[in-house]
């Protein structure tokens, strides 16, 4: 059953993609760049990340006025009908703050959609099992690090959103046994919420940050080729749809000054409603009212609306199914592919080739009339027969598959513009 679950959604899956190539053409169908457009977004969070860095200072009394100094009053005015913003305004204490952290802010919105949609696309395609577990495992670590990370970075703002975050993370840790208080007082930096607690907060959200860069290198170790650059134009439009999100919702804490000075502007009146979930953390007092983000803080939901258990209960048994997926339903490997030591010249086109290095070339024999033989990493290999392509002296095959049968089989597949 399972099989046939994964068998129909593949199906699917590649026949919305034909169909997408009619509108934007093979070369620049973004669920082909699936895999790079998160590494893609990931850039521009560094770069904004770093310039938002220069001017944010780390303590409780100082950092949402840092924050706040960055975006302060983006609007300018209203022409002829239009809401105009002048990111070089006085009334702003950076020119383009406002900017750069829309960026930062949409940017990591961006980069988890993409992140969950290359997963799904790779679950449902079925290529998440067997020899490519590694690249799903180290995707289901990115996955968590990437979360880790948004959310600490919504805690740096340190308004009354980020303290409540705060309190319901120490009640989630807390219904930990054994180690649950302790892992509360860590993550403020003592038990108590102080300077030192923001300083905590600020070196997670680096660490985390370059902890991602780890698991992409492990993410990216079994693939030979691995795609990391979007096409130009997926490049230009990912880049453009930030850019919009940044100018049409700015990443602004809502005051009661900005209310007052734009509250005709509707990109400002929506989240009247948050002015004290906005507003600078005050210590003991919790707000009603918080001001969510969907794509990072569903944690908090489980937590607010199910309690602490069932919110790991949830988490876990989640966390679980993902890690358990590449090694259920097991893959059938009876056509390994197999290397006649008489015909190896040690050419390593096979080798170069192999998309999945599943392929070593070892030292043969001293005296031996070729100095290298082809030998294959059962564990890597992917049965997929382009080690037979490559070799030229018919010294590779697949036990179970003619090379012969393989060359028909993508004639056929050419020929139906796969």
Avoid at 104 to 116: E, F, K, Q, S
Avoid at 127 to 145: E, K, Q, T, Y
Avoid at 373 to 387: F, P, T
Wanted: glycine share 6%; with cysteine.
């Amino acid at each position: 059953m399972y099989r046939k679950f994964l068998k129909t959604t593949k199906s699917l899956t590649v026949s919305f993609e034909k169909g997408l190539n009619a509108l934007t053409t093979q070369e620049h169908n973004p669920l082909y760049f699936h895999g790079a457009l998160p590494l893609y977004i990931f850039w521009f969070l560094i770069f904004s990340g770093i310039m938002l860095w220069m001017y944010y200072i780390p303590t409780l009394e100082r950092a949402w006025s840092s924050v706040n100094y960055i975006t302060s009053l983006p609007v300018l005015s209203q022409v002829d009908g239009k809401w105009v913003t002048d990111a070089t305004n006085a009334a702003t204490g950076i020119p383009y703050g406002a900017v750069v952290r829309g960026i930062h802010r949409w940017g990591a919105a961006g980069m988890m959609i993409a992140t969950v949609l290359h997963m799904l696309r790779v679950y449902f395609t079925d290529r998440h099992r067997s020899w490519r577990w590694l690249p799903w495992i180290s995707g289901v670590g990115l996955l968590a690090v990437l979360l880790f990370v948004g959310i600490t970075g919504y805690l740096l703002v340190w308004d009354n959103r980020a303290y409540a975050l705060v309190v319901l993370t120490q009640e989630f840790l807390k219904s930990l046994p054994l180690v649950g208080n302790w892992l509360a007082d860590f993550f403020v930096a003592g038990g108590q919420i102080t300077d030192y607690t923001l300083t905590r907060f600020f070196f997670f959200h680096i660490a985390g940050a370059t902890l991602i860069f780890v698991l992409i290198w492990v993410h990216f170790i079994r693939l030979k080729y691995p795609a990391v650059t979007p096409s130009r134009a997926t490049n230009f439009l990912t880049f453009g749809f930030i850019l919009a999100a940044a100018g049409t919702y700015p990443a602004v804490n809502i005051t009661q000054e900005l209310l007052t000075k734009y509250g005709s502007d509707p990109r400002i009146t929506q989240y009247k409603d948050y002015i004290a979930s906005d507003a600078p953390a005050h210590i003991g007092n919790l707000v009603a009212n918080i001001r969510y983000d969907a794509w990072y803080m569903f944690p908090y939901y489980l937590i607010d609306k199910l309690g602490a258990n069932w919110a790991w209960a949830i988490l876990g048994v989640s966390v679980a199914l993902l890690l358990v997926a590449p090694f259920y339903p097991k893959e059938i490997r009876d056509n390994i592919a197999e290397v006649t030591e008489a015909k190896c010249t040690g050419c390593t086109f096979c080798s170069l080739d192999c998309p999945f290095e599943a392929i070593d070339m070892v030292e043969r024999a001293p005296g031996s009339k070729f100095k290298l033989l082809a030998v294959v990493n059962e564990a890597r290999c992917s049965q997929c027969g382009v080690c037979v392509g490559a070799c030229p002296f018919l010294a590779i095959e697949l036990p179970h598959t003619h090379s012969k049968t393989i060359e028909a089989d993508l004639v056929a597949l050419l020929n139906q513009g796969a």
